[in-house]
Structure formats: structure tokens, C-alpha cells
């Protein structure tokens, strides 16, 4: 629990300097009267703030998952556990100002949505919590913080984006793009043919076994899954706000990836190893893990690089989202397409010089977009 002056209680407290220096002055002791009110409206504000903070409690959801650029939607409890009200509260987190109650009577206890916009993606604690009140003439400001279990997870913000080129195609069940075989199951129905020991009844096509030729069963297209890797540089530039782009660029190309029924590589250059993401899943691991990268200055050198690299398979298409483009890009992106591999380069767009990367694709990414170079 802390007190501090507010700039009103401030400017009081120099008046009483002020009363105390005339009196003084003019040797005359009714000049101490205002002087005694005002010190006495302080200490009175002082002692009813701190009374009313020390009798509240807080109650926060444990975690909260929102996306960068809105509003939290669980309510917080705030609770008045002692006899006398409580005004003019403002309870405030690492990220800004979260909500303010008015007035909470004595015993009362309510519900309140915070107002905070989180602009931007990170995880914020509820142990920094603090809640605050100048109540009630607004001289003196006491501070009172909460150590709440619980988090605010703020994911990136993905956009839609034409899905990333892929390679390595496997057979896959649901998978959206079609083979040269045939199978026995799937959504692309090509013909029929000869029954064979081991097909299943479910696959008899009646109307074609009806006809006395023995029975037939139905055949389909042969459905595929691509295989696409994304490597994220962890911000190696230093610059905040392009790390930031190309976290929600290499966001967007995991969704895009999955919802075209491809598998995704995924791997940020600060982490160990890649991690291997079904088609269709819903991201959620991803999101949360794109939350609470920090910036990583060395997460583009050579060594660093050719060792991440070399963890993927070697089937997929490589995607790699930089925030720069050093020496060190270039010759790896050199070793992959000697290999055959596909690779696409991802670059902030207002980056300068030049990039060339060869045959293998360009992109720029900006806050909320994607352009390949031409």
C-alpha cells in the first residue's frame, strides 16, 4: 500500500506554506486556521483512501486469450468486504488502465468487463495489478497492488492470405488436392471397377453390380497434403515493430497452410526444434506460442540458421519470415534451391537494398498485408 499527492493536493500543500509563511510574517496566528483545515482535509484523505483499498478484493479470470486490437469480453469481480464505501476506483495492469468503478457500497460486490484495447501481442500478468483511489476529495491518491494469479494472452492479429506454395505431397484422407491414383474412399468419386478380395462392402457400387457384370465397387480421386515449413527470425533487426509484422505475416501463412489441408513445419529460430502441425488444426498452439515470443538478436546468424534448416523435412517447401537479410540468408537459401527445394523469402516492405534471392520467391509483408515482388 502506497499514498502519493495528487497535483490538487499538491497545489493545497503549497498553500499551507504559504498560510504558514504570512502568519509567521504577519505575527498573527488566523492564518493557521486554513493551513490546520487543509493539512487536516489530507490526512482525512489519506487515511479513507488507504481504509478503502485495504478492504477490497479483486477476482480475475485465470487466462484470457484476446487478439491484438480488442476488448477483453470475462468480467472481473471486485468485492467491498468492509463496512464503508468505496469511489472513484481505477484499477490499472502493465498494459494500461483496465476499468473504473465509481462508487462500490459497504458488503456490495460486482462484475465489471474491462475497457482496455490491447494494441499489441504479449502475455500480461496479473500480478502487476494495481488499483488505485483519491476518493474522497481527490487530494491524496493511494496505490494498492495485487498479486492475482492468471494471465492476458494477446495473440497476433492473422489476416486472410492465398495459401503458401507447398511440396512433398502425401496421401491424406480430406486432403484438398487430387492425385493421378485411385483409392477406395474419399469426396472425389472417379468410377468403379471389379470387386477384390479385401474391399469393403460400403464400397459396392449397387447400381453398377445390378447390371450382371458381378459386383463393382466405387473408386475415387486420389486425395493429397502438401508439407510447408515456416521459419520465423526472431527478430534479429532490433526493430519492435517489424518483428511484430512478421510474426502476424508468419501467423497468417500457418492458418492459410492449414486451411488448404497442408502439414506445417513450424519453427521460430529461438526454439530447439520444429513443430509438426496436422492439417486442419485449429492453430491454437501456435497463437499462443506467437504471443510470447520476445525479440531474439542473435536468431539469425549462420550457425544458427543452417542448424534450423537442416532440422526440417526434407520434403517441405521453406518459408522463411525475416526481419533482415544478411550474407548468411542468401547462401542458405543458395544450398536449398541447389537442392531442388522450393523456398519463399518473406522481408519487411519498406526495407532498403537489394535482396535478390534468385528463383526462389519474394514476399514483403507490411502490418496487415502481404505483396510478392514481381
Known sequence: MSARLTPTGWLLLGLVGLFYGASITAQSGLLLVPAGIVLGCLLVNGWAATRALRRLAVHAPAVTHVVEGQRL???WRVQ???RNPA???TAESAAGRLFQLPQLAGGAETSVVPELQFQRRGVFPHDQLRLTTAYPFGLVRATRRFALTGEVVVHPAVYPVAAPRAAGFDVMVGGKFRGQGQTGSGDQFSGVRPHQ???SLRQIHWASSAKGQGLMVKTF???LSGRVAIVLDCGSSGDAPSFDHAVRAAGSLVFAALDAGHHVEWLD???PEPEVIPPFADGQVILNRLARLAMEPRSLDAERLIGALARLSAKSAVHLVLTQAPPAVHEAVDKLRQRGRKVSVY??????GTTAFGDAAE???RAHDLEEVA
Open 73 to 75: 469480453t470475462q468480467p
Open 80 to 82: 467491498n468486504l468492509g
Open 87 to 89: 469511489a472513484l476506483l
Open 197 to 199: 478380395a479385401g474391399d
Open 221 to 223: 480421386a486420389e486425395e
Open 269 to 271: 529460430l529461438a526454439a
Open 347 to 352: 522481408l519487411p516492405a519498406g526495407m532498403a
Open 363 to 365: 514476399w514483403r509483408y
